[in-house]
């Protein structure tokens, strides 16, 4: 049999299971991240039917998906807008991330994974799943509402935080001194900078160099840039996603549209391979020991998350129900908690646990915040009805 024929055949059931489990997922209204992660589970060390042939394609096209899924974050925003919505949302930005954060740290140091693994398990808990919850908002036709500028301001001040928060964790899984990690902050704080003052003064000579009405010339030119910064920036101890983010943020206009439009099939069939090669990459025995803290802490940040939602809508004048669906909004977990966990994990300095932990804690909130979302006004309504009737008995 020809040395690529076997290699041929995984590959060929990988991407026809991933299209049968997105099929899936469609069909039962849930994001499918939690179903790559199973099929994951159960094609890799200690699942069902192990694969071997695919390991050099799937690592190099995970690491595309990280950079596309940064890549189109980025092209959501302009600068304007992430600079108006710091603004706006830095109070409750900083709530969130002291609430969200500090459970998954305290976790990590109670198993005993050192200061590394609680930065990254903070990471994990921390950052909401920005796909998953622009997805069920416009499902359920409520960018429109009063609430959902709350709920996307905490987003860009997420996002944001990332650029920080990615670089030091590099530095510091690397085996950086202190000097190396502070390093890669300034770096990182220059970059962010420096990027949102020519988006801002020069965003259109950035978007002309990457154009062009060939879309197959466009198509080029973006995933080449992409790729490109996104290496210079992990050369420089800077994260790739965050040098992929910033790209993003740089192109606008309707170069940053045709951009979105022509990356995101991309995107999904790169990121689907990143879930599954995080998958095929943890044995699904190490999940059962850390199931009880995957599920204290999907209890505990899910009520973490509905109050930053409910406090940063209560600052804006929007009431009751708004405040709750803003809350049970932000709940979902998703990408960019494996993404962080992937970059522990692979760089051999935190507890190989955290994968498991990671993967149980994003398979329980990325099918609980989407519940959550659709049903939080029934429930919301439910309390409403009981309360004058408990005032008049």
Do not use: C
Not at 48 to 72: D, Q
Not at 271 to 297: E, H, M, Q, R
Not at 350 to 370: E, N, R
Not at 371 to 385: G, H, K, M, W
Request: net charge neutral; aromatic share 6%.
């Amino acid at each position: 049999m020809p040395e690529t024929a076997v290699p041929l055949i995984e590959l060929g059931a990988v991407f026809f299971g991933l299209g049968l489990l997105g099929r899936l997922a469609w069909r039962i209204g849930i994001s499918p991240i939690p179903l790559y992660l199973v099929g994951g589970l159960a094609f890799g060390a200690g699942g069902l039917v192990p694969l071997h042939g695919v390991e050099g394609f799937t690592h190099i096209a995970g690491e595309i998906g990280v950079i596309l899924l940064l890549l189109l974050l980025g092209l959501e925003y302009s600068a304007a807008e992430l600079v108006t919505g710091l603004r706006r949302s830095w109070m409750a930005g900083l709530l969130d991330l002291v609430l969200n954060a500090a459970p998954g740290a305290a976790v990590a140091l109670l198993l005993g994974w050192g200061p590394i693994g609680a930065l990254a398990m903070a990471g994990v808990t921390y950052i909401s799943s920005s796909g998953i919850i622009a997805k069920v908002l416009g499902d359920l036709g409520r960018l429109g509402n009063r609430e959902t500028p709350v709920v996307l301001s905490i987003l860009v001040f997420e996002d944001l935080a990332m650029a920080v928060y990615l670089p030091i964790l590099t530095a510091l899984l690397a085996g950086a001194s202190l000097l190396g990690g502070l390093t890669a902050v300034g770096i990182s704080l220059v970059a962010v900078t420096v990027v949102l003052v020519v988006a801002l003064r020069f965003g259109r000579f950035v978007s002309m160099i990457v154009d062009s009405p060939q879309p197959e010339v466009f198509l080029l030119r973006v995933l080449g840039a992409a790729l490109l910064v996104a290496g210079v920036a992990s050369q420089l101890q800077v994260s790739a996603a965050v040098g992929a983010f910033l790209l993003g943020i740089a192109i606008s206009g309707a170069t940053a549209e045709n951009a979105t439009k022509l990356l995101e099939p991309l995107r999904d069939l790169f990121a689907a391979v990143f879930f599954v090669v995080f998958g095929l990459n943890t044995d699904p025995s190490t999940i059962p020991p850390v199931l009880g803290y995957a599920v204290a802490l999907a209890f505990v940040t899910t009520l973490t998350k509905v109050a930053t939602g409910w406090w940063a809508a209560r600052r804006q004048g929007i009431g009751r129900l708004g405040r709750a669906r803003a809350g049970a909004a932000l709940v979902a977990r998703g990408e960019f908690s494996i993404v962080i966990a992937g970059l522990a994990v692979s760089a051999g300095a935190v507890d190989s646990q955290l994968a498991a932990l990671a993967t149980a804690y994003v398979l329980l909130m990325a099918i609980l915040g989407p519940v959550a979302a659709r049903v939080v006004e029934p429930v919301a309504e439910l309390f409403r009805r009981k309360a004058p009737a408990q005032v008049v008995s």
